[in-house]
């Protein structure tokens, strides 16, 4: 089970998402630290996902897959934890959060420990947000 590491900034959810679902010899100030070693924008000058390569360098495997994947994954047993992206088109910003098969583990500040998918998903829906259309995961070591 993943367990919450809450944003120090409003910036950081990937640092945060990326440590979760590394596992616990991951933490925040490793993730951090680490970042630092891959670009955060591409040569085109668009936003990287640098977690893609961090993840690949530290052994783990991942893939991305549809979006509506993400509510079979309570019947992965535990293996496949994944991050989930967003744009919060009102604040022309984005955001990322964990999954695992207990549910939605969001870094942002007063989330919960855990939330269902389905009702995430339908609240923050509500609240003007636009999911991608797929999402990344990620078989643990």
């Known amino acids: 089970m993943i367990v919450r590491i809450p944003q120090r900034t409003q910036i950081d959810c990937v640092v945060c ?6 596992g616990s010899e991951y933490g925040y100030e490793r993730v951090l630290c680490d970042s630092s070693r891959y670009p ?3 040569p085109e000058g668009k936003f990287s996902a640098w977690w893609e390569t961090y993840l690949r ?3 783990f495997e991942s893939v991305y ?3 509506n994947g993400l509510y079979a994954l309570s019947q992965s047993g535990g293996d496949v934890v994944g991050i989930v992206g967003m ?4 604040r022309a910003s984005g955001h990322i959060v964990a ?3 207990f549910g939605v583990v969001d870094p942002a ?3 919960p420990e855990h939330g269902a998918i389905a009702e995430y998903v339908h609240t923050r829906l509500l609240d003007g947000v636009v999911f991608h259309s797929e999402w990344l995961a990620i078989r643990k070591k």
């Open 99 to 101: 999954v695992d098969e």
């Open 65 to 67: 897959c549809h979006f």
């Open 109 to 111: 500040d007063n989330a």
């Open 40 to 42: 955060k924008i591409s």
């Open 87 to 90: 744009d919060i088109p009102h």
């Open 17 to 22: 998402t990326v440590a979760m679902v590394m």
């Open 57 to 59: 360098d530290e052994g």
